[in-house]
C-alpha cells in the first residue's frame, strides 16, 4: 500500500514504507539489510508510544493491547537504554472455525527510549492496565552545588 495515495508523504514514512516493502531477496543485494533487522524495525514502527515528563520522573505510555504482563518485557541495556518488548501470539483456531479476515498484528513487538542522564535506572516501575502499558521512570536529585572553598593565606 502506498502512503502517498492515503495524503502522507513524509520522508520518515516513505522510508518506512520502502523498509516494509522489501521482499525475501534481500540476500541477493550486497549491504542489504538483514531480514533479523527488518523485522525489528518493522516491530519498532507498529508500536506506538508516548513520552512524559514530569518534576520527578518520565512516563513511558505504550499501548499493549489484549496482552498479558507474562506476554510484556521491560528491560535496561547499557545502563541508559529502556526496552520494552513482547510477543503477541495469534489465538488458536476452534475446530470449524477459520479466519475471513486478519488484520490484528501478531508476533514480536518491539521499541527502544535512550533515558536522560538523570534518569534513576535502579527507580523503574511498571503497569499494564486496559492494554495500556506505563512505565514510570524516578529522576536522580539533582548534584548539589559544590560550596567555594576558603584556603587560608598565610604570610611568610
Known amino acids: 500500500m502506498?502512503?502517498?495515495?492515503?495524503?502522507?508523504?513524509?520522508?520518515?514514512?516513505?522510508?518506512?514504507?520502502?523498509?516494509?516493502?522489501?521482499?525475501?531477496?534481500?540476500?541477493?543485494?550486497?549491504?542489504?539489510?538483514?531480514?533479523?533487522?527488518?523485522?525489528?524495525?518493522?516491530?519498532?514502527?507498529?508500536?506506538?508510544?508516548?513520552?512524559?515528563?514530569?518534576?520527578?520522573?518520565?512516563?513511558?505510555?505504550?499501548?499493549?493491547p489484549g496482552l498479558k504482563s507474562g506476554d510484556i518485557k521491560v528491560q535496561v541495556e547499557d545502563d541508559n537504554m529502556l526496552l520494552v518488548s513482547g510477543e503477541r501470539k495469534r489465538e488458536e483456531e476452534k475446530e470449524g472455525a477459520k479466519y475471513v479476515r486478519m488484520e490484528r498484528r501478531v508476533g514480536k513487538f518491539m521499541r527502544k527510549f535512550a533515558l536522560p542522564e538523570n534518569a534513576n535506572t535502579d527507580a523503574i516501575s511498571a503497569i499494564c492496565q486496559d492494554g495500556v502499558l506505563t512505565v514510570t521512570v524516578d529522576k536522580l536529585p539533582p548534584p548539589e552545588p559544590k560550596k567555594p572553598k576558603t584556603i587560608e593565606v598565610k604570610i611568610a
Open 2 to 64: 502506498d502512503l502517498r495515495i492515503m495524503g502522507f508523504d513524509s520522508p520518515l514514512l516513505n522510508t518506512l514504507q520502502h523498509m516494509m516493502d522489501l521482499s525475501d531477496d534481500t540476500e541477493k543485494i550486497p549491504n542489504a539489510p538483514s531480514k533479523v533487522y527488518m523485522r525489528d524495525a518493522k516491530a519498532m514502527a507498529a508500536t506506538p508510544a508516548d513520552i512524559k515528563e514530569y518534576p520527578k520522573s518520565y512516563v513511558f505510555i505504550v499501548d499493549m
